[in-house]
T-cell receptor
Framework: DVKVTQSSRYLVKRTGEKVFLECVQD?????MFWYRQDPGLGLRLIYF???????EKGDIPEGYSVSREKKERFSLILESASTNQTSMYLC???????????FGEGSRLTVL | EDKVVQSPLSLVVHEGDTVTLNCSYE??????LLWYKQEKKAPTFLFML????IEKKSGRLSSILDKKELFSILNITATQTGDSAVYLC?????????????FGTGTLLAVQP
């Protein structure tokens, strides 16, 4: 079974702190994604990556950056957390550019 | 602008009922439509649909796509409390290096004993 692991299930941070959300997949997938999920807004794509060291902006990249130094790991970085970044963050991977995504269990971030 | 709209936003049914969830879309360069089930954690994949009129079925769940009218339905028969979840519809659109999934806001289904 594909496993996508997000290292932190729950985090509480203060405004202005730097936040790292880590995601690791164990199925050698080329493609990895970061979404945030908010009530009434659904899942929105923040960043994605189709290869190591490659990154592309999604629909809402402002305030975020990413890092993909190794194929299995895709990190989401909040350089200076703000209260409007309180959300559920979901990482996903896929073997192909289209089709099914495999999701991690999510990281619920609260910024105070 | 690409969009995916799901209805209803939520519904409450009793065990044994049949439910139909709707997903309509307006996107450029449609490629596929996917359904996911999300309980309290990671969304899990249910179906991927690419062709009109061909029903996909898995146990009590089934889904069909209408590419002319731009919608899909997800049916659940003989519902059980374990079917309680948010059901997400996503449409893959675009092409080449830029295709991406656009998600609806989901339908929250609560199945009461």
């Amino acid at each position: 079974d594909v496993k996508v692991t997000q290292s932190s299930r729950y985090l509480v941070k203060r405004t202005g702190e730097k936040v790292f959300l880590e995601c690791v997949q164990d199925m050698d997938h080329e493609n990895m994604f970061w979404y945030r999920q908010d009530p009434g807004l659904g899942l929105r794509l923040i960043y994605f990556s189709y290869d190591v060291k490659m990154k592309e902006k999604g629909d809402i990249p402002e305030g975020y950056s990413v890092s993909r130094e190794k194929k299995e790991r895709f990190s989401l970085i909040l350089e200076s957390a703000s209260t409007n970044q309180t959300s559920m963050y979901l990482c996903a991977s896929s073997p192909h550019r289209g089709g099914e995504l495999f999701f991690g269990e999510g990281s619920r971030l609260t910024v105070l | 602008e690409d969009k995916v709209v799901q209805s209803p936003l939520s519904l409450v049914v009793h065990e044994g009922d049949t439910v139909t969830l709707n997903c309509s879309y307006e996107v450029t360069n449609f490629r596929s439509l996917l359904w996911y089930k999300q309980e309290k954690k990671a969304p899990t994949f249910l179906f991927m649909l690419t062709s009109s009129g061909i029903e996909k079925k898995s146990g009590r769940l089934s889904s069909i796509l209408d590419k002319k009218e731009l919608f899909s339905i997800l049916n659940i028969t003989a519902t059980q409390t374990g079917d309680s979840a948010v059901y997400l519809c996503a449409v893959e659109a675009g092409g080449g290096a830029t295709n991406k999934l656009i998600f609806g806001t989901g339908t929250l289904l609560a199945v009461q004993p």
